[in-house]
């Protein structure tokens, strides 16, 4: 048909009306991405790197983070992320957290922040002693000194939320990890746990998810933590709907970590449910809009050897796993750790692209695109999308409606938007930045996307290979 208009027009048997429409009819030009498996640095997914620093009574043990350390994570490892717990065990003991203290905390954000890394966060306040099981008293604060801590972080965590990750919820037990305990459940039996303890419980995470801002998410060890504090049921049932995603609920901001990822039928007590499965089913639910990671901690075949573990990861929308810990089971996997790296969290990669190759200032260019989400998970941070216009003059934003943490795992997704061009004449090359809304001008924080030769990493831009001509 567009032949027959432009033969049309050229012999003039076009009335006036329709020449015009056939010379300004959008002209568009499509294209497709070739994929890449190349392991690169991408935010807020992937490996980890294990730190953790302490404050005891006379406060001694503080290791501050090491910049270069960090930095050659991002660009030896293509690792962005690390755990940080903070021991307070000097504070068990009082209310008052000192200022030299939480000044220690600020600066290994700004750290973090000057290597290009983010932070998965946790606080806790004791180690187990000698021999096993771990002797009594356990040595973590009862419930009012843990919310009177919680409020004097506050303003240190706000300050800092463009490098803080995910939180775990810590605190209570050992390790921060809610079961060895004097304050939150039977010290003697910790299986034991009263109606007060879960009010106790409920309320740390409570003022944690009320100290951070209300983009920023609370993991706890157990699905059943969630489950009994929240008032849901396990199965999916209990778990969260895509109507209820990022609502700013207590649901909506409560993830999941699993410290003994593999080491047995019911990783050592995370999953409770009568069958088991009944847990994981919530969690494949929930971590579609919710965080899952943690560690493998036990050589269990065949469960803890790749077909089973990669399977789970997929299952349960991990984003994150510990490269430290434990190295047994991470070098049962073999050569399949590469494979690891590729799929845990997100994976964007563009399949195609139609883009309108001519406009006038500001006049309307078409923009479509379809990407894959090769990954184990999506995005539970917030993201801009924009498309930016590029010239060797000049550069243009243009922010669109997207949200990648709706881009899910293992789903395509099509994405059209119509907007203005340039003011200024020019050719422009056409990008798509996916950038940290509270990191926009670093690139190290923005998502690069799985194709050959579209990133920019001066830019941090994803280069669409069209161009548009204004004129």
Not at 115 to 132: D, E, H, S, T
Not at 184 to 202: E, G, I, L, M, T
Not at 311 to 338: P, Q
Not at 396 to 413: E, I, L, M, N, S
Request: proline share 7%; charged share 20%; hydrophobic share 35%.
């Amino acid at each position: 048909m567009r032949r027959l208009v432009t033969a049309l027009a050229a012999i003039g048997l076009l009335l006036p009306t329709q020449a015009a429409m056939a010379h300004d009819a959008p002209r568009t030009t499509t294209r497709g991405y070739a994929t890449s498996d190349e392991v690169f640095a991408n935010p807020e997914r992937g490996f980890y790197h294990h730190t953790e620093t302490h404050y005891r009574a006379d406060g001694t043990g503080y290791v501050p983070l090491n910049v270069t350390t960090l930095r050659n994570y991002r660009t030896q490892e293509n690792i962005t992320q690390i755990l940080r717990v903070f021991y307070l065990e000097k504070f068990a003991s009082t209310d008052v957290i000192d200022k030299k203290y939480l000044d220690l905390v600020r600066a290994d954000f700004a750290t973090a922040r000057a290597a290009g890394v983010k932070v998965i966060l946790r606080f806790a306040y004791a180690l187990p002693g000698p021999g096993w099981p771990p002797p009594t008293p356990y040595g973590d604060a009862p419930v009012a000194r843990v919310l009177k801590h919680i409020q004097q972080l506050t303003p240190v965590l706000r300050q800092n939320a463009d490098v803080i990750e995910v939180v775990q919820s810590g605190f209570v037990g050992l390790w921060g990890e809610g079961y060895y305990t004097d304050h939150f459940s039977n010290p003697q039996d910790p299986s034991q746990v009263s109606d007060q303890n879960w009010a106790d419980r409920k309320a740390v995470v409570t003022a944690l998810l009320a100290a951070l801002p209300k983009d920023r998410m609370v993991q706890v060890r157990t699905p059943y933590m969630k489950q009994r504090m929240f008032g849901v049921p396990t199965g999916t049932e209990g778990a969260l709907t895509a109507e209820q995603a990022y609502d700013g609920s207590v649901l909506a901001r409560t993830g999941h970590h699993n410290d003994c990822f593999l080491a047995s039928p019911d990783d050592f007590g995370t999953y409770l449910s009568d069958p088991i499965e009944l847990d994981k089913d919530f969690v494949a639910q929930d971590t579609n809009y919710v965080p899952e990671g943690g560690e493998t901690c036990a050589v269990n075949p065949p469960r803890s050897e790749w077909e089973s573990a990669s399977a789970e990861m997929a299952r349960l929308h991990f984003s994150y796993l510990n490269t430290d810990y434990n190295k047994d089971v991470l070098g049962s996997w073999g050569d399949n750790v590469e494979s690891a790296k590729q799929k845990l969290g997100y994976r964007f990669a563009l399949t195609e692209s139609t883009v309108t190759n001519k406009a006038r200032p500001r006049g309307p260019v078409q923009v479509g695109l379809q990407l894959r989400n090769d990954g184990w998970a999506a995005p539970y941070n917030p993201r801009q999308v924009q498309l930016v216009f590029q010239s060797d003059q000049h550069t243009f934003k243009v922010t669109v409606p997207a949200d990648p943490r709706r881009w899910g795992a293992g789903t395509a997704t099509n994405l059209n938007w119509k907007v203005s061009a340039p003011p200024v004449p020019g050719k422009y090359r056409v990008l798509l930045n996916l950038p940290d809304p509270l990191l926009s001008a670093r690139p190290d924080y923005s998502i690069r996307l799985a194709n050959a030769g579209t990133w920019q990493p001066t830019t941090g831009y994803n280069d669409l290979g069209q161009t548009v001509t204004i004129e």
